[in-house]
């Protein structure tokens, strides 16, 4: 299978800089095509979030050349590459840079932070690593996140002690239970699954999805009928205008991958 993909970031309405940071990355291999989609989003509430996404971007690229051909093409079981191995090899990663932007931080006296939202598409599964409030999302009939929060109020809402209609008005649903560069201890959430061909996946900052419905982002991007690049960007440069015409005041990121066949 191969893919289309493209990425589009904006700076949004309010904002001096863009503190979000994205990265898209392809290889042919034995396996056949294999793809990498990051979307890192600097914490806004910090000072050089931009800092922190674009060190975590740069060494996701590192690691995409690097490290992965190692685990796809040596660390395999049952005939694919073994999911524990590539979580311990981005367990590493994370664990590295989360230091490296501690450190920075320290030494500048501003800390900084960032969220992470990676999805990996190889031998027909998805393997996915989250941190933070960025998302993933499948397109097939209906937009389905395929990530969990990792924040206050979505904490709230799996007790039980918050409804997700009080959590998208609470004062404090944007707080992060944790982040790349300004929580001494990181554990990211590992997802796994298959795809297809027809597949559509959508990664974004928290920009992208606080004011628009995911029932107008199916209307708006049209899983089926993706057919170019070109139809992607436009959809995606749409749905941030949406979004800055609705006063939306983070800086706006996102993704697009369509899993084409053969």
Not at 151 to 169: H, K, L, S, W, Y
């Given at each position: 299978?191969?893919?289309?993909?493209?990425?589009?970031?904006?700076?949004?309405?309010?904002?001096?800089t863009n503190q979000d940071s994205v990265l898209i990355k392809e290889a042919s291999t034995d396996y056949g095509r294999v793809h990498l989609a990051v979307i890192c989003d600097g914490m806004?509430?910090?000072?050089?979030?931009?800092?922190?996404?674009?060190?975590?971007i740069r060494a996701f690229s590192r690691w995409f050349e690097e490290d992965f051909p190692f685990i796809l093409y040596k660390e395999r079981k049952e005939e694919r590459m073994d999911f524990n191995t590539l979580q311990r090899s981005?367990?590493?990663?994370?664990?590295?840079?989360?230091?490296?932007?501690?450190?920075?931080?320290a030494s500048c006296q501003a800390p900084c932070?960032?969220?992470?939202?990676?999805?990996?598409?190889?031998?027909?599964?998805?393997?996915?690593?989250?941190?933070?409030?960025?998302?993933v999302y499948l397109l097939r009939d209906e937009m389905r996140s395929l990530t969990k929060d990792q924040?206050?109020?979505?904490?709230?809402?799996?007790?039980?002690?918050?409804?997700?209609?009080?959590?998208?008005?609470h004062p404090q649903k944007n707080v992060l239970l944790q982040c790349v560069g300004a929580s001494p201890v990181v554990v990211p959430d590992f997802?796994?699954?298959?795809?297809?061909?027809?597949?559509?996946?959508?990664?974004?900052?928290?920009?992208?999805?606080?004011?628009?419905?995911?029932?107008?982002?199916?209307?708006?991007?049209k899983p089926r009928d993706l057919s170019s690049e070109q139809e992607m960007k436009d959809a995606a440069v749409y749905c941030t205008e949406l979004n800055k015409q609705r006063r939306e005041n983070d800086n706006i990121s996102v993704i697009i991958t369509k899993v084409e066949q053969g």
């Open positions: 299978m191969g893919f289309l993909s493209i990425a589009h970031t904006d700076i949004g309405i309010r904002k001096n806004g509430g910090l000072a050089k979030g931009e800092v922190a996404s674009a060190t975590l981005l367990n590493r990663l994370v664990d590295e840079v989360n230091g490296k932007i501690m450190a920075y931080g932070g960032t969220t992470l939202a990676a999805i990996l598409l190889a031998e027909g599964h998805y393997y996915i690593i989250n941190v933070g409030d960025s998302r924040t206050f109020v979505q904490r709230e809402i799996d007790e039980g002690r918050m409804t997700p209609r009080e959590a998208a008005v997802f796994e699954g298959v795809y297809e061909a027809g597949d559509v996946f959508l990664l974004c900052s928290d920009g992208f999805r606080h004011v628009v419905t995911q029932e107008e982002f199916m209307k708006i991007i």
